[in-house]
């Protein structure tokens, strides 16, 4: 059973279900761990069967494996979803950066494949699990929808006109999203992370290359982590049914804006 307060008005007792994606690394992995650690049952959702089967072991999630690039996965997700019990929360994680070119001259291929994980896997989901999400929320007073989106989709920045392009299609997504399902108990949230260090998506933006990767946080004191993102989901789902933590964003007191970071200690001034 949950040990979730899932509102302040609410009678719901749980447990309290939710589909994560992404789930293999990074923030998708983390916030699986600390949602089970609170109590939730948790649909783990990403392409990587071992990586799930791993995460499963520790901390004992139920797992599917999915491209939700692929449609007839996304219906698949859907039909067990519907066949086995309803849903409360729906946290969509998976998306990443493809490259670091301009936009004179990208490759059209990586945008569209970033667009297509970023923003219309997410579609696919939230469209496909709405109907358990609204059988969830009728137990529990209030469902809710949250979607990992950046600074990315906040403020441009050279050589990441791709992933701001995909980023910001996001959020305007979640806007639409938000005013389309007004008044029904349903919240829909953003978390918007700046600089955070996870294993996987520098490296995989800059192709594996560990060089840039290590020059990207050189000297910046105390990046966000995976472990931080996930509190603030866990957080946002948790808080009194009334509330609605619309956008919520977040970054390392060492970066002061999206083009401002500092690198060194962090020091009082005289």
């Keep these: 059973m949950s040990t ?10 749980g447990p309290l279900r939710t589909v994560v994606t992404g789930a293999s690394s990074g923030i ?11 109590g939730w049952q948790v649909v783990a959702v990403a392409r990587r069967a071992d990586r799930l089967a791993a995460l499963a072991a520790e901390c004992g ?19 067990h979803i519907a066949a ?46 709405l109907p358990a999400l609204r059988a969830g929320a009728r137990e529990r007073g209030v469902g809710d929808i949250l979607a990992v989106t950046s600074t990315a989709g906040q403020v441009a920045y050279e050589s990441g006109g791709g992933y701001n392009a995909a980023k910001f299609a996001l959020r305007g997504m979640m806007g639409a999203l938000r005013l389309e399902l007004a008044g029904e108990p349903l919240r829909v949230m953003q978390l918007a992370p700046g600089m955070v260090k996870t294993d996987e998506f520098a490296l995989n933006r800059f192709g594996g290359d560990r060089d840039k990767v290590d020059a990207l946080y050189a000297g910046v004191e105390h990046p966000l ?20 933590l619309d956008e919520i964003t977040v970054r390392p007191v060492a ?16």
């Design 225 to 244: 982590t995976a472990e931080d993102m996930a509190a603030l989901i866990v957080h946002a789902l948790e808080t009194p049914a009334h509330v609605n």
């Design 84 to 129: 086995t019990s309803p849903i409360h929360a729906i946290v969509t994680v998976a998306g990443g950066a493809i490259g670091t070119d301009s936009v004179e001259t990208a490759d059209a291929r990586d945008w569209m494949r970033m667009f297509d994980i970023n923003v219309l896997s997410a579609q696919r989901v939230i469209g496909a699990l």
């Design 28 to 38: 998708g992995a983390a916030t699986v761990r600390r949602l089970c650690t609170r």
């Design 4 to 13: 979730v307060a899932p509102s302040e008005s609410s009678a719901f007792a």
């Design 61 to 79: 999630c139920e797992t599917v494996v999915a491209d939700l690039t692929d449609q007839p996965a996304v219906d698949a997700l859907r039909d």
């Design 255 to 270: 970066q002061a804006a999206q083009h401002k970071i500092v690198r060194g200690p962090l020091e009082l001034r005289d």
